[in-house]
């Protein structure tokens, strides 16, 4: 029965029937596990095991062959070896098997044979309806139904739990240990699925369905590239409509990501820009490492719907106060300080020496007086500037009335319904405080660390419900590109709305006069214009501020030269009016194979290579975006005017930014890259202007029929 290609994934997460082809009797072997598995765990389907050997296995009765069965099963696991394996696959999707997952390793992550043999398998999968997870994969695990279909260990040495959430990884390892590292938290994981290879059933497609899952609160994804966004991008509207936050942990390159630049702009708009660039457009949290993944896990969990990112500190220790508010200052957490009225009730409570402005330091007095720590929350609580709280207890033990610290936490933290985090060193004490559903972590740093994350996530989240994010197309076919000359790269600018300097290509020298009588008499820039390089200021074919036209003349005559001690090919000289403004911008942009057309904005001029300030812009997007990206540059401050400076034309340039974007999703301009460098920006009202452009374009530029006289 040929399925919708999800459908087939939601049938595997919640099988009526699952066959095991190369089923063992072994339990820790890799076709007796998910025969283990499911017996242990619960799955109330129908299992059968397959094996020309044997007659039973693990109590069930065995099967010599798929065709063997009373009926065709949902799911098929494979999990013989080589050529095995092919025929195991292609005899599934003759039966009408709806979806395999294939165990068997020696495939495409092994050499370039075993490539071609699994794309060939994947396509005849493919052809007759059936999907395959990977192959060497792990397997799928659904503890929320008991079916299990994986031969991990992990699942032997950390007991499952069903639990809010789940976890979708390539690599099989990667599905397991944010796993038992939830677990010996308490956390619950109902999904632990590991796609292998991925040739055709992706990390993304899978998630996308799992996403679904009304049971979810949280969904882990571990990422080794990203050749499918338009799945991931559907992955997230899903989780959008329901809430669900998406946490992913990148690592490595996508192949797709490794074509080499023919400009700096390739350089700086680097996969892993526009990975970090997507994600964020569709509010997916991107993690730096496992600690990211997993520390934040119990926070997503308790249903906060946080307002801001105003946090508040208490502790019984000035350093914990200190140590809060550097963290804080680190995740761009603001302390703001209590209101006046805050402050002078918590003075009626707290000894003279005590700090009630924010952080608040109890100090050691909560050793003399225990209900100090209950008595200033209620004022707290009602304090204008909170939108979170961190808690630390530096030291606690004997002389504390603990139980109490942590019942007054939990109701406070019941009141407010807002976000809050406890610091505690002490194991006898965090047990306290966990055992009341408190979220503790060993130090401040790592608290407000994981509050943090938390809060910039749900901005995100929210960020993202109401933007146009981009859904890039199947990739296409691009061809050889070429390299237009500078007056070719200007004029393709100029007819999509770029605003540029005016020019004249000139073939004489006679024509460079003109052109410079033309331009008004004023000092103007000459330069070699040739589709051969595209830095041409250290071939000498620059010269800035000429004040004549004999120098005109002259400089166009250094600029033959030049080009012939280069042995490089001019189409012409330009004659361009000498731009004066009061920043250099960049504006870049590529067509990158799998995330599609890319536009990088940031600082311009000849340092844009040796020290980068650009950030990366995904179609589709509109000026209000493009000034974002440009306030999230290390310039930032200058564009609103500095030490008596005007603000610039930030305006002008977001119009010429989304140009340019539109430029580059017109296929039939087949435009592969541009720089555009420097963009002179005036002061507001007075525009901007590009001086400088190289295109790339995958048809060959006109030619110009005259020589250069």
């Known amino acids: 029965m040929i399925l919708d290609p999800r459908d087939a994934l939601r049938l595997a997460l919640a099988p009526r029937s699952i066959a095991v082809i190369g089923a063992s009797d072994n339990p820790n072997k890799i076709g007796g596990r998910p025969l283990a598995y499911l017996a242990r765990f619960g799955f109330r389907g129908v299992v059968y095991p397959i094996n020309p050997t044997r007659n039973e296995v693990q109590g069930l009765r065995c099967f010599p062959s798929l065709q063997a069965l009373p009926e065709v099963p949902d799911v098929v696991v494979v999990a013989v070896a080589g050529e095995l394996a092919v025929a195991a696959v292609d005899e599934c999707g003759e039966a009408g098997v709806a979806l395999c997952i294939l165990m068997s390793s020696g495939f495409g992550e092994s050499n370039p044979e075993g490539k071609v043999r699994e794309q060939g398998m994947a396509a005849r999968a493919r052809a007759r309806g059936m999907r395959i997870v990977g192959p060497n994969s792990q397997g799928m695990a659904n503890f929320g139904n008991g079916a299990v279909l994986s031969f991990s ?5 950390v007991a499952p739990a069903d639990g809010p959430v789940g976890i979708i990884s390539q690599s099989g390892a990667m599905s397991v240990i944010p796993y038992g590292l939830l677990r010996a938290r308490g956390v619950g994981v109902r999904h632990s699925h590991a796609t292998g290879n991925d040739c ?21 994804l ?30 490595g390159r996508s192949a797709a ?45 308790k249903g906060w719907k946080p307002k801001g990112r105003r946090l508040v500190a208490i502790s019984n220790s000035g350093a914990v106060c200190v140590l809060t508010a ?41 050793l003399t007086n225990s209900r100090l720590f209950g ?8 304090d204008p500037a909170a939108d979170a709280f961190v808690i630390g207890i530096a030291v606690a033990g004997a002389g504390y009335d603990v139980d109490a610290f942590a019942s007054d936490t939990a109701r406070f933290a019941a009141e407010t319904g807002k976000p809050l985090v406890v610091a505690a060193p002490q194991q006898s004490i965090s047990d306290r405080f966990k055992a009341l559903e408190l979220e503790v972590y060993p130090t401040e ?10 809060l910039s996530h749900a901005e995100l989240q929210q960020a993202a419900k109401f933007r146009n994010a981009s859904v890039p197309n199947r990739p296409r076919t691009v061809g050889a590109s070429t390299m237009l000359d500078e007056a070719a ?21 006679a024509e460079a006069r003109a052109a410079f009588e033309v331009l008004g008499g004023a000092p103007v820039v000459v330069k070699g214009c040739t589709a051969d390089a595209s830095h041409k200021s250290e071939l000498g074919l620059v010269r800035i501020g000429i004040p004549d036209a004999a120098s005109v003349a002259a400089a166009y005559r250094e600029m033959v030269g030049a080009a012939r001690a280069a042995e490089i090919t001019l189409s012409g000289v330009i004659v361009a009016e000498l731009v004066r403004g009061r920043r250099e911008l960049m504006i870049g942009a590529r067509l990158d194979p799998v995330f599609g057309p890319v536009v990088l904005v940031g600082d311009g001029g000849k340092y844009v290579e040796a020290m980068p300030d650009a950030q990366v812009l995904l179609q589709p997007f509109d000026v209000g975006q493009v000034e974002r990206a440009l306030r999230r540059l290390r310039i930032a401050p200058l564009l609103d005017g500095v030490r008596g400076e005007p603000a610039l034309d930030v305006a002008a340039f977001c119009r010429n930014v989304v140009a340019v974007g539109e430029l580059m999703c017109d296929d039939a301009a087949g435009i592969t890259q541009l720089d555009i460098n420097p963009v002179i920006v005036g002061a507001r009202g007075e525009g901007c202007i590009a001086v400088d452009a190289v295109v790339y374009r995958e048809s060959n530029p006109a030619t110009l029929s005259k020589e250069i006289r």
């Open 489 to 509: 790269s200007l004029t393709l600018l100029a007819a999509c709305g770029v605003a540029v300097a005016r020019h004249t290509l000139c073939l004489s020298e």
């Open 222 to 251: 571990y990422l080794e590239g990203i050749p499918d966004p338009w799945n991931l991008a559907e992955t997230a509207r899903v989780a959008r409509a329901r809430n669900l936050p998406i946490v992913a942990l990148k690592s």
């Open 153 to 157: 260990t992990m699942f032997t040495e």
């Open 445 to 454: 740093g790592e608290a407000v660390r994981a509050l943090g994350q938390f």
């Open 200 to 220: 055709d059933v992706t990390v993304c497609e899978l998630a996308s369905v799992v996403a679904e899952d009304p049971g979810l609160k949280l969904l882990l």
């Open 375 to 382: 008595a200033i929350l209620p004022p707290i609580a009602r």
């Open 257 to 301: 990501g490794q074509e080499a630049a023919k400009s700096h702009t390739g350089a700086l708009a680097s996969e892993d820009r526009m990975v970090d660039a997507f994600l964020a457009d569709h509010g997916i949290w991107r993690a730096q490492s496992m600690v990211d993944l997993v520390d934040t896990a119990q926070l997503y969990l």
């Open 326 to 366: 550097d963290a804080a200052s680190a995740a761009n957490m603001p302390l703001e300080p209590l209101s006046p009225a805050t402050q002078a009730e918590l003075k009626t409570i707290l000894p003279g020496f005590a700090t009630t402005t924010n952080p608040v330091d109890i100090t050691a007095a909560l």
